[in-house]
């Protein structure tokens, strides 16, 4: 089997592809040794980044909170093309961009952007669903707004207690998260925005409470918007969720999971997710 | 000036040294991409590791609460001893253990080893003392005891937010930070142990609050107790700081730093810090 994963990096001013086993940071690079950076996921779909602005402008964000140097769009789109280069148009990926605040010393950020294909498991999720558990991040939903160290709505390379959360839920046979704050409130899930509808409105958690600011989400509210379907930001709990009458995880990549179980309670969607994945698709 | 940094990876069973810029991981390396990964920073004195066992027992319990598999103490043993070869027995230095997740699809963790001298800035602030703020994680004392996936104990490569507390500390003018739980209660330095003198006791907060277990701070009180200091485990708060006869942040490289100034607020140690440097040089 071919090995379709791509890598490239800049250096000196331009997007330098590099074979996708070659190593590509030093051990004093500051992503590595401190998880002191910032990344985005991009979906590649027929080819092509149609939903790459939105990763861009959050990168950007991301990038001004952490107060590392951006190198600019320009050099993302270059390492974009780079890793896209010879990719089946056929064959759906995910491009990952790192943004690190580099080896230090004056040294400039590293920034780099790799491509693989998208994980078969991905795909299933997508396609039956996902069992979810609720676990909590301790951290009250007004906290995180009026302590700017805590890095709220900074989407990091300090990922470690996200990758804890899923691998709490598969011990407990779950496949995925939603973190809640301190007194119950919903916040996110590890690498997903939470949605729902009920009352014949999209719903979905509001960015004060220090969630990332998803762009799967705010592509489908602009679309259901658009066509007459009322979209609210609502601070909620686990238990509206059960309440409602469908709930997702969105993700670029993933898309809309449906959520088939919430808390080891089986639920349905009302048949609603096909809506919400042709508002998606367009 | 002579390059004095040195770096090892562990390969195939052994350790191998390679030059300080290389390059040492892909871009797939979980500990890059997602923090996912754990470290211990070891201080060099007179060319050896006094304090290596410690830290190598601290290792061993954030893998495990990382579900990393561990290449055994002989492995950190053999990076230790490939990064010191021609290190300067007068050059005090410090070295790096990462432990990272690797990356994927059933590669090992990756495992390596990297030293350099001690930072000007660290040597000065172990002489002069440290202006510290305090800053909330915003998380009850009691609550990353009961929540596993919150990491609480685990030295982890995600230290994105340890970093913001640095940052929001040198725009206000201080060195470093003691953080604090949602109700004020004393926690840890973002890479170090607080300790303070009060009541002719050494106090140090418990972790049960979820702080890493300090290897400082271990030797410290078992030195103390040896020679009748008396020792305990206290849940305080930044009150309990201001009233103190004396405050230090212990780590492995820097000592004790005493605190000069809390929240604005100068401070003394009443001549205490020479008896602790004592005690910690033995």
């Known amino acids: 089997m071919t090995d379709l994963r791509s890598v490239a990096v800049w250096r ?17 690079d500051q992503g590595l040794v401190r998880g002191d950076g910032a990344f985005e996921s991009v979906a590649v779909l027929d080819g092509g980044t149609p939903h790459l602005p939105a990763h861009l402008a959050r990168l950007t964000r991301s990038a001004a909170l952490l107060e590392i140097p951006h190198p600019g769009d320009d050099a993302w789109r270059a390492l974009v093309g780079a890793v ?15 943004l690190t605040r580099g080896p230090g010393d004056d040294a400039p950020p590293t920034a780099l952007a790799l491509l693989a294909p998208v994980p ?34 900074a989407k990091t390379l300090s990922y470690a207690v996200n990758m804890a959360a899923y691998r709490h839920a598969h011990s407990l046979g779950a496949d995925d998260v939603v973190l809640t704050s301190l007194e119950g ?25 220090g969630i990332l600011p998803g762009t799967t989400v705010a592509r489908l509210f602009e679309r ?22 469908a709930v997702w995880l969105l993700s670029g990549v993933r898309g809309a999971a449906p959520v088939h179980t919430l808390d080891g309670v089986r639920r349905g969607d009302a048949g609603l997710t096909s809506r919400v994945r042709e508002l998606l698709a367009r």
């Open 12 to 28: 000196n001013g331009a997007a330098v592809a590099v074979p996708a086993d070659e190593a590509v940071v030093t051990a004093w």
């Open 224 to 245: 259901a918007s658009a066509e007459g379907w009322p979209t609210a930001r609502t601070r909620a709990t686990v238990d509206d969720l059960h309440a409602a009458d």
């Open 185 to 209: 409130e919903l916040l996110e899930g590890p690498t997903s925005t939470v949605a729902w509808a009920a009352g014949g409105t999209l719903h979905t958690p509001p960015t004060e409470t």
């Open 120 to 153: 078969a498991e991905t795909v299933r999720q997508r396609t039956t669903g996902v069992s979810v558990i609720s676990l909590s991040l301790g951290v009250p939903a007004d906290f995180r707004a009026r302590a700017p160290w805590l890095l709220g709505g």
């Open 84 to 98: 896209l280069a010879g990719w089946p148009v056929d064959t759906e990926g995910v491009i990952r961009l790192l």
